[in-house]
């Protein structure tokens, strides 16, 4: 890990506001370390600002395509969260549509080459914010943004393993709707890579990388060890969780 993986910089432009979300979101330029970069930020709660930071921090660490988060300061010192600009529209704007199940939606997500990785990790921090307003596209690449609302610890437990709505695995597993030979086989293929994915996570916490970025965060506030907590438990329950999603009626599932 290195040691700006958690940037901290200060707004030095005028905002312009971004007319999508609930969050009042607005682009400026924010400078860190004497350089200058185009940003996304928002003010949002205490307990948000970290969340974000924290599933940005770990869902580069997986290789998912989530924009380098930035805490912010503005000109009165009041932290706000901020991300690398990219650039371009959320799949609401470009199909103005809200609706996950809508099937432009669905023939963009099922063929998104991160799908498999990016459900995990929303079954993983318990993410039931993920809708067109918060995948970024621009024709060709996804990102994903606005993580402010997982990790709910006075709903969910590390071991939360009931059924929710996680939009994009749903979406994942819209092709094994027929229970034939092949769509077994393919279960028992994706359970297999969720095994890596797994051992990924695992590594990950072994080498306290989440740990050490939730230590470089300069707010101070009380959930901090919860969400360690919360994250270091639930990589030890993450695997059964989703192989039981993957096979319903085999609890039991085993990898081959």
């Given at each position: 890990m290195t040691d700006n993986m958690v940037k901290v910089g200060r707004i030095i432009s005028d905002s312009e506001p971004i007319e999508d979300g609930i969050n009042n979101s607005f682009r400026c330029i924010a400078c860190c370390d004497n350089e200058e970069y185009p940003v996304v930020a928002k003010y949002i709660k205490g307990i948000e600002i970290?969340?974000?930071?924290?599933?940005?921090?770990l869902g580069r660490l997986i290789n998912l395509p989530i924009p380098e988060p930035i805490?912010?300061?503005?000109?009165?010192?009041?932290?706000?969260?901020?991300?690398?600009d990219v650039g371009y529209p959320n799949l609401y704007h470009r199909l103005n549509i809200q609706d996950p199940y809508y099937i432009e939606f669905h023939s963009i997500i099922k063929n998104w080459s991160a799908l498999e990785s990016a459900s995990f990790f929303d079954e993983f921090i318990?993410?039931?914010?993920?809708?067109?307003?918060?995948?970024?596209?621009?024709?060709?690449?996804?990102?994903?943004i606005d993580h402010g609302l997982s990790m709910q610890l006075d709903k969910f437990k590390?071991?939360?393993?009931?059924?929710?709505?996680?939009i994009l695995f749903n979406h994942l597993l819209c092709k094994f709707t027929e229970l034939s030979c092949e769509h077994k086989l393919d279960k028992i293929a994706l359970c297999n890579r969720l095994t890596i994915w797994c051992e990924e996570i695992e590594?990950?916490?072994?080498?306290n990388l989440i740990a050490k970025a939730i230590n470089k965060i300069p707010i101070a506030h009380k959930s901090?060890?919860?969400l360690l907590y919360f994250l270091t438990s639930r990589?030890?329950?993450i695997q059964k969780i989703i192989n039981n999603r993957i096979n319903p009626n085999q609890m039991d599932f085993v990898n081959v």
């Open positions: 970290l969340k974000e930071l924290i599933c940005a921090i805490l912010l300061l503005d000109q009165n010192d009041v932290f706000c969260f901020g991300s690398l318990i993410n039931p914010d993920r809708h067109s307003g918060n995948l970024l596209y621009n024709g060709k690449d996804i990102a994903m590390p071991d939360y393993d009931e059924d929710w709505n996680n590594e990950i916490n072994n080498n901090k060890n919860e990589s030890e329950f």
